[in-house]
């Protein structure tokens, strides 16, 4: 299985300089082969692939010299993140692909790291004193806070922020899944709570931009009232960049170590299959739901699980909450209603508890399907 690791990096002003120059030309890229690819399909229904964005490419090295400072491997990488953009759109996974601004462009791909067979250096590799090392850039400062588990296959160079990251994608030997029906746990979750286990166990929302709103607002109408343009103005933005990117890194933080305590503890893992896109259309709950991430928790627990040995799986999340846990009774209720109350069976209990317990059964009914 494939796994990124995220380690800091310190590159040098001038590194810092030509790294994000890179990005541009990048960016500029992406953005120029995106107007091709719309152009040619307007004009004569014609399959602008990326072997054909290659092809312009070589042609506008020659007539753009600049072009040639960076290496080739990540500018050649954009075109296959602008197909994958396309493949998601058309799977419906997606928006449509549109030009990037510099801030929505922040990383560039290397996919070959370290030496080829015949004991040449690729574009990106570490030096005998363990650090990354290119031939235009020299040697790049990283902290390794962890050892670099697997092959790796490729490095993908990060600005967030003022901050620069390595993030190296790891190719490793996956345990065999086990499959103990017996160690299953089924979660809903909520925005009141995170998360509800089948079992009843409670995890509370930590609602991270909330508790930061207050000083959002203040640092955004102060961004307001500064001249466009102006040192000022630029500080402030980074101000108001430093918050948002200390909300990330604690959902993040928070998210990644419930995935890895579940993943641990269970063999069997359910969840709901939520379509999260249409959730947040409802202007009331958007802010909260974006807040609590639960995409990001799903796509943590699916790698690992998968990196544990066990299995995640997606149920339909259809009655979960309506329906009585003991003996399946429909029971209707709207949002507003926080305790399950059975009038067939009698059964109380809480909303979302109820809810786990459904979601539980119907991961245990797919997997005697599947073994069957």
């Known amino acids: 299985m494939l796994v990124n690791q995220k380690y800091e990096i310190f590159p040098t002003e001038k590194q810092k300089e030509t790294l994000d120059r890179w990005l541009q030309y990048c960016r500029q890229t992406y953005n120029s082969a995106l107007l091709d690819k ?33 290496p080739s491997q990540p500018l050649q990488e954009v075109f296959v993140r602008l197909q994958k953009a396309f493949e998601n759109f058309f799977r419906k996974n997606a928006r449509y692909p549109k030009r990037k601004k510099y801030k929505e462009y922040t990383s560039m791909t290397f996919p ?31 902290l390794l806070h962890r050892p670099l588990e697997g092959i790796i296959k490729q490095l993908i160079v990060k600005r967030q922020g003022n901050r620069w990251y390595a993030i190296f994608c790891v190719e490793g030997q996956a345990p065999p899944t086990t499959l103990d029906i017996h160690n299953a746990i089924g979660i809903d979750v909520g925005i009141n709570k995170y998360a509800v286990l089948s079992n009843g166990l409670e995890y509370e929302n930590p609602r991270f931009l909330r508790k930061k709103e207050k000083q959002l607002k203040k640092t955004q109408r102060r961004l307001s009232k500064k001249k466009k343009g102006s040192a000022n103005y630029f500080k402030q933005v980074q101000r108001v960049r430093q918050l948002h990117e200390k909300v990330g890194n604690q959902r993040r933080d928070f998210l990644h170590k419930l995935s890895y305590n579940l993943t641990k503890e269970y063999s069997v893992i359910a969840v709901e299959n939520l379509n999260i896109r249409n959730m947040v259309r409802n202007r009331k709950l958007a802010k909260s739901i974006s807040d609590a991430g639960w995409g990001m928790f799903r796509n943590m627990l699916t790698y690992k699980c998968e990196r544990n040995g066990g299995v995640l799986i997606k149920v339909d999340p259809k009655f979960t909450s309506q329906d009585c846990s003991s003996c399946t009774n429909l029971v209707k209720k709207s949002l507003s209603i926080r305790t399950h109350i059975c009038t067939k069976c009698g059964m109380i209990l809480d909303r979302d508890h109820n809810a786990s317990r459904n979601i539980l059964q119907k991961a245990l009914d797919e997997l005697l399907t599947i073994t069957e």
Do not use: C, H, V, W
């Not at 399909?41 to 506008?60: G, I, P, W």
């Not at 015949?118 to 363990?130: T, V, Y």
């Open 38 to 70: 719309e152009r040619k399909y307007k004009q004569n229904r014609e399959n602008y692939n990326r072997y054909d964005m290659q092809k312009q490419l070589t042609l506008d090295k020659r007539k753009y010299p600049f072009l040639k400072e960076m």
């Open 112 to 142: 070959q790291f370290g030496f080829n067979k015949k004991g040449n250096r690729m574009a990106m590799s570490f030096s005998s004193n363990g650090k990354l090392y290119n031939t235009r850039l020299g040697e790049i400062d990283i």
